[in-house]
C-alpha cells in the first residue's frame, strides 16, 4: 500500500480533460512537501512531467498541469491525445517515514 | 544533459549480493547541489524509493528503513558514478532498478532502468 494515494485508472477520449487526484497526509504533501508528478510509457524510465506542484520541465507540452490544496495534489491534462495513454505517479518527501522520498501507486490513463 | 547509463548482472542468485552501477555525464557525483539515488519498481511494490549519496563538503547517505541492514550506495569520484550494493537479496528483491538525479526538485534524470532477478 503506497503512502500517496492514486485512482488506479482514469480515461477520456480525444480532446477531453482529465485529472488525477494524489492523496496525501500531513507528514507528506500536508506538511508543504513539493508533490512532482511522472509519466511512464511501457518499457521506459519514468519521465519527470511536474515538479514542485505546478512547473513544467522545458519540453512537457503547457497541455499537463498541476495543482495542490491540503493534503492532496492534482495532476490535470487537457486536449487529451492518444500519445499521453501511460502511467502517472505522484512523488513526494515524507519526513515522519523510513522511505522518505515516497511515491503513489500510479494511475493508468487510457485515450478512449 | 545529464545521462545516466546503468550496468550490473541481471541474475542474482538468493542469499547473494546485487551490484549496480550508474555511470553520470554532463554532471558529477561530486556535485553540491545534487542527489544520486537508486529506487526499484516492481508490480508488488510499486516504485519504492531505495536510498541516495550525495556530497555537500563531505560525504551522506541515506537509505530506506526496508533496506537499511542490506543497501550500500558509493560514489566514485575518480569514475564519476555511484553504485548500489544489496546483499542477502531474496525473490522479493526482483524489480526494476533505477539509478536517478535529484536537484531538490524531482528526480529529472533516470537511468534506462535494469530488470534484475533473483533466482532461489
Known amino acids: 500500500q503506497s503512502v500517496l494515494t492514486q485512482p488506479p485508472s482514469v480515461s477520456g477520449a480525444p480532446g477531453q480533460r482529465v485529472t488525477i487526484s494524489c492523496t496525501g497526509s500531513?507528514?507528506?504533501?500536508?506538511?508543504?512537501?513539493?508533490v512532482h508528478w511522472y509519466q511512464q510509457l511501457p518499457g521506459t524510465a519514468p519521465k519527470l512531467l511536474i515538479y514542485?506542484?505546478?512547473n513544467r520541465p522545458s519540453g512537457v507540452p503547457d497541455r499537463f498541469s498541476g495543482s495542490q490544496s491540503g493534503t492532496t495534489a492534482s495532476l490535470a491534462i487537457t486536449g487529451l491525445q492518444a500519445e499521453d495513454e501511460a502511467h502517472y505517479y505522484c512523488?513526494?518527501?515524507?519526513?515522519?517515514?523510513?522511505?522518505?522520498?515516497?511515491f503513489g501507486g500510479g494511475t493508468k490513463l487510457t485515450v478512449l | 544533459q545529464v545521462q545516466l547509463q546503468q550496468s550490473g548482472p541481471r541474475l542474482v542468485k538468493a542469499s547473494q549480493t546485487l551490484s549496480l552501477t550508474c555511470d553520470i555525464s554532463?554532471?558529477?557525483?561530486?556535485?553540491?547541489?545534487?542527489?544520486w539515488h537508486w529506487i526499484r519498481q516492481s508490480p508488488s511494490r510499486g516504485l519504492e524509493w531505495l536510498g541516495r549519496?550525495?556530497?555537500?563538503?563531505?560525504?551522506?547517505?541515506n537509505y530506506a528503513l526496508s533496506v537499511k541492514s542490506r543497501i550500500t550506495i558509493n560514489p566514485d569520484t575518480a569514475r564519476n558514478q555511484f553504485s548500489l550494493q544489496l546483499t542477502s537479496v531474496t525473490p522479493e528483491d526482483t524489480a526494476v532498478y533505477y539509478c536517478?538525479?535529484?536537484?531538490?526538485?524531482?528526480?529529472?534524470?533516470w537511468g534506462q532502468g535494469t530488470l534484475v532477478t533473483v533466482s532461489s
Open positions: 554532463g554532471d558529477s557525483v561530486s556535485s553540491s547541489s545534487a542527489a
Open positions: 512523488q513526494s518527501y515524507d519526513g515522519s517515514l523510513s522511505a522518505n522520498w515516497v
Open positions: 514542485a506542484y505546478t
Open positions: 536517478a538525479r535529484d536537484l531538490d526538485l524531482g528526480f529529472d534524470s
Open positions: 500531513s507528514s507528506n504533501i500536508g506538511a508543504g512537501h513539493y
Open positions: 549519496t550525495y556530497f555537500r563538503s563531505g560525504w551522506f547517505d
